[in-house]
């Protein structure tokens, strides 16, 4: 769920939001209490400052990570997207239409020989031919794709917060 579209630019983050943001990324779920505790405020300081950040643009949403394997969408591909032109009303169309999908887990807008990568997941492989084929070679603004399968994903370890910077 997506809370606000556009980040703000000067976020203006102390270390209690730090802290906040920090645990919230680890564990959405965790208790008011809990990360009150761990920020070491009040409760309803946590639920105030928690509030903000929401408020301000700077926790965008809240979400749960789904094994995929378990429902039925073990195969997952990365796909390139070049557009046969740039055309803004047809990349529009592209941006509003290809995220719809169910199968697209991520949808990135790159720099270099490709205009967009995909991140899908779907049952099988005959299913991904069936879903490139449907989804992006039919599709008129379309001029190259390139697909590779995911053998494994590995979540990083870097967090979204870069690290305070001395203000002295």
Do not use: C
Not at 40 to 67: F, M, N, Q, W
Not at 96 to 106: A, F, G, M, N, T
């Amino acid at each position: 769920m997506s809370l606000h579209s556009e980040p703000p630019h000067d976020v203006g983050l102390d270390e209690i939001d730090r802290i906040i943001i920090d645990e919230l990324v680890d564990n959405a779920r965790i208790s008011n209490a809990t990360l009150a505790q761990r920020a070491g405020i009040a409760p309803s300081t946590a639920l105030l400052r928690t509030r903000s950040l929401v408020d301000r643009g700077i926790i965008t949403g809240y979400h749960a990570e789904i094994s995929l394997a378990s429902v039925a969408r073990s195969v997952q591909a990365l796909i390139s997207v070049k557009l046969r032109a740039h055309d803004r009303e047809k990349i529009d169309r592209f941006r509003e239409r290809v995220p719809q999908l169910p199968e697209v887990l991520s949808m990135f807008h790159v720099s270099g020989g490709t205009d967009y990568l995909l991140h899908i997941a779907v049952k099988s492989t005959d299913e991904l031919r069936d879903w490139v084929l449907d989804n992006l070679a039919t599709d008129e603004s379309v001029g190259h794709t390139e697909t590779t399968l995911v053998f494994d994903h590995v979540k990083g370890s870097g967090g979204p917060l870069p690290a305070p910077t001395d203000t002295k």
